[in-house]
């Protein structure tokens, strides 16, 4: 099976694509090379594994069905020879098993057909992630040399090393950047003998440096020190007779910031450049390391809200779809025995079940244009009586009595029209749901140079735990009968998204047991 040959791309950002479609690894190996991505081709696992392009790639594509093997197998064979690898699985059938099949061997999972931009996303990613794995590995083969040297004049440096060995186990025993900190401070002190010891680190847009953390706490330590203070290792005394040492924090020619001890007793300009350098590595371990579990973390709730948002989607589209074909069957097949009122019942059922459908789907695509910023608006005076009185007449017959706080001398506001219909509509048919038998309120007034909005219900209220995440997309509040409400979660997502891009901005009240208020700050329009 023949190759297909590499677009260009930047040395050591290789990929090598398994897959025994022609047509799809020539396409993927053009839309790589588009972006600059140097990628070569094969078309079954035992090319994959006899290429040399596999101990060069940094990331591989492999199809999940192969003519010789399966894409899991492949994965494992070529992880085994090189670890640091990044496996992205392509499979045109997923399914459960064959994604938990893929845990451990696959970093990323994409389904076919692929778009062109996920697919460069995720291969920039695991890139990314390739080069990353291999700075860490570099790193630690620096830190080992390091220490290396240190042990090979044990004899004459003992004291030192000494020191030296209680810092590597105090940051052994700590990931975090703030406890990799803290231990490096307070074994500094203790090998220097120093009544205090303090770490400043650079802030990357002033480019001061800036006290982190000090041992003791209560040392009487400047909250600044000087960006080019002096050399290392050399001696000053400042106000009351305190002489200090300090050392830079570097890594690769780049400074992180300064360690800094207080009157030292026994200590050596090449002791303290040691502490220094492995504390600058073990400073950067940390902060990668916490950016790292943050991009887990990010990751696994993406993961997370893209389940829940699947899960609803399929629920809200299957419900109103059954009840328009279960209407239309049985008119279909009973029409004629039917009396005029039972058609024309269900006529209005599969309208509502429509509008229901046209809603959800207007939701979703409310939701891809304020993610994308495709959101359009026509803003300009709006008299804010006329929209509320709209907003209520829209409302079904069978509802709880609204009462409309609105005086019809209320100045214009700057909005779109129909997007604040929606807007109003959306909370003020969510009120009506949670107060089915209670008046629900909606008033506007003036206050300055704007107009608030407030719709406010009676029903059961929510969670303050909740409040914090209520606007977010794919959010649903308990019942509190321990089921979630109906619908995707994107309501109060699109309705802050509206708001927000009207200039304007939305608030929330709640209290359990009493009810819920939403608030609605929108400029007035110019005279």
Do not use: C
């Amino acid at each position: 099976m023949t190759d297909v040959a590499p677009s260009t791309g930047p040395q050591g950002d290789r990929v090598l694509i398994v897959d025994d479609d022609a047509g799809m690894r020539e396409t993927l190996v053009d839309i790589l090379g588009l972006h600059g991505i140097q990628a070569t081709a094969v078309g079954s696992a035992a090319a994959a594994t006899a290429s040399n392009a596999a101990s060069a790639a940094a990331v591989a594509v492999v199809d999940q069905r192969l003519p010789d093997t399966t894409g899991v197998e492949l994965s494992a064979a070529l992880k085994a020879r090189d670890p640091d690898l990044q496996v992205v699985m392509l499979t045109g059938y997923p399914t459960v098993e064959s994604a938990i099949a893929a845990v451990g061997q696959a970093d990323e999972f994409l389904t076919k057909p692929i778009a062109p931009d996920e697919l460069v996303r995720v291969v920039k990613a695991a890139l990314a992630r390739h080069r990353l794995r291999r700075e860490n590995t570099e790193l630690l083969i620096r830190l080992g040399e390091a220490n290396s040297r240190l042990e090979a004049s044990i004899a004459e440096r003992t004291r030192d090393l000494e020191g030296l060995e209680s810092l590597a186990e105090s940051i052994a025993l700590t990931q975090g950047v703030d406890q990799v900190l803290e231990a490096v401070v307070r074994t500094s002190a203790d090998a220097a003998g120093a009544d205090a010891a303090a770490i400043y680190l650079e802030d990357p847009i002033t480019g001061v440096l800036d006290l982190r953390t000090a041992w003791p706490s209560s040392g009487r330590l400047p909250l600044t020190i000087p960006r080019d203070g002096p050399a290392d290792g050399e001696r000053t005394v400042g106000v009351g007779g305190a002489s200090t040492m300090r050392a830079d924090l570097l890594v690769g020619g780049q400074r992180l910031g300064a360690l800094l001890v207080v009157n030292p007793e026994r200590t050596s300009v090449s002791f303290l450049r040691t502490v220094a350098v492995e504390a600058a590595v073990s400073i950067q371990n940390a902060q990668r390391f916490d950016r790292e579990r943050e991009t887990v973390e990010r990751l696994s709730e993406l993961s997370r809200l893209k389940s829940t948002f699947l899960a609803s989607v399929s629920h809200e589209l299957r419900t109103p779809l059954t009840a328009l074909v279960g209407f239309a069957q049985t008119l279909g097949t009973y029409s004629d025995t039917l009396s005029a009122a039972d058609r024309e019942h269900m006529l209005n059922r599969m309208v509502s079940q429509g509008e229901r459908l046209g809603r959800l789907i207007n939701n979703l695509l409310d939701s891809t244009s304020l993610e994308t910023g495709s959101l359009r608006l026509s803003v300009g005076p709006v008299e804010p009586l006329a929209v509320v009185e709209r907003v209520v007449d829209s409302l079904p017959e069978e509802r709880p009595p609204v009462e409309v706080v609105v005086a019809p001398d209320l100045p214009p506001v700057r909005a779109d029209e129909g997007r604040l219909e929606q807007v109003l509509g959306n909370l003020l048919e969510n009120a009506v749901k949670y107060s089915p038998e209670d008046p629900v309120t909606i008033s506007a007034d003036a206050v300055d140079d704007s107009v608030t909005f407030r719709v406010a219900d009676r029903g059961p209220g929510m969670e303050p735990s909740f409040l914090e995440r209520a606007f977010e997309p794919f959010s649903q509040a308990d019942t509190g009968d321990g089921r979630f409400d109906k619908g995707v979660g994107l309501g109060l997502y699109i309705v802050r998204g509206l708001v927000e891009a009207m200039g304007g901005t939305i608030g929330v009240e709640s209290q359990v047991g009493t009810g819920t208020t939403f608030s609605i700050t929108l400029p007035r329009a110019a005279a």
